[in-house]
């Protein structure tokens, strides 16, 4: 029986098998993994997303599902210039590194889907990856939302948008500023008129 490493974040558990062992980041803890510091953190609810001390690492990577809501679990594999830099498992939808400013491969598995992307270590500031798994999460119903928002004795917490309908509302938007736009033009012109 192999021993497994169980994360539950937003209503969703992950299992992942610890067959090659990979250094397990703790939670909104710094840990120095190959020569690299990193932190695994972003737990909703946790205010270590505004915490001071994570905006000094150049550089964030996060993983979203489907509805661009945070996923948590995953197998990170950092590297620049076809060198292994970084290889670490983070329980958390976040992933900071202190790394020298550059460009740098970054890939995650999860659940069996890989997910890779060029990221950019900042000079001066931070740099952010999203790593997206589209066919993994989903909706997060009211009732667990209701529970992050009494333990964290947070402020409201609000589902994730699918981004279909934040595109609707932005195109309806601006279709209705044009629309006032015109009217205040075809006004100016009549008041011109007489």
């Given at each position: 029986m192999s021993p497994l490493t169980r994360i539950a974040v937003l209503?969703?558990?992950?299992?992942?098998?610890?067959?090659?062992?990979?250094?397990?980041?703790?939670?909104?803890?710094?840990?120095?993994?190959?020569?690299?510091?990193?932190?695994?953190?972003?737990?909703?609810?946790?205010n270590v997303q505004r915490d001071a001390r994570f905006s000094a690492y150049p550089l964030r990577i996060e993983l979203a599902g489907k509805l661009g809501q945070y996923l948590a679990g995953a197998d990170f594999t950092i590297t620049r210039k076809h060198r292994m830099m970084m290889e670490a498992r983070?329980?958390?939808?976040?992933?900071?590194?202190?790394?020298?400013?550059?460009?740098?491969?970054?890939?995650?598995?999860?659940?069996?889907?890989?997910?890779?992307?060029?990221a950019w270590a900042?000079?001066?500031?931070?740099?952010?990856?999203v790593l997206r798994f589209p066919q993994q999460g989903g909706a997060v119903s009211a009732e667990y939302l209701k529970s992050l928002r009494?333990?964290?004795?947070?402020?409201?917490?609000?589902?994730?948008?699918?981004?279909?309908?934040?595109?609707?509302?932005?195109?309806?938007?601006?279709?209705?500023?044009?629309?006032?736009?015109?009217k205040h033009r075809h006004a100016a012109r009549m008041a011109r008129s007489r």
């Open positions: 209503g969703a558990a992950v299992a992942l098998p610890a067959a090659h062992a990979l250094p397990a980041l703790p939670m909104n803890k710094a840990m120095t993994v190959h020569g690299v510091k990193a932190v695994c953190t972003g737990i909703p609810g946790a983070c329980a958390g939808p976040w992933l900071l590194v202190k790394l020298e400013p550059g460009r740098y491969r970054v890939t995650a598995k999860r659940l069996g889907k890989t997910a890779t992307s060029l900042s000079a001066k500031g931070q740099g952010r990856v009494q333990q964290a004795g947070a402020a409201p917490v609000e589902k994730p948008r699918a981004p279909a309908v934040t595109a609707r509302r932005e195109k309806h938007r601006h279709h209705v500023l044009l629309a006032k736009a015109e």
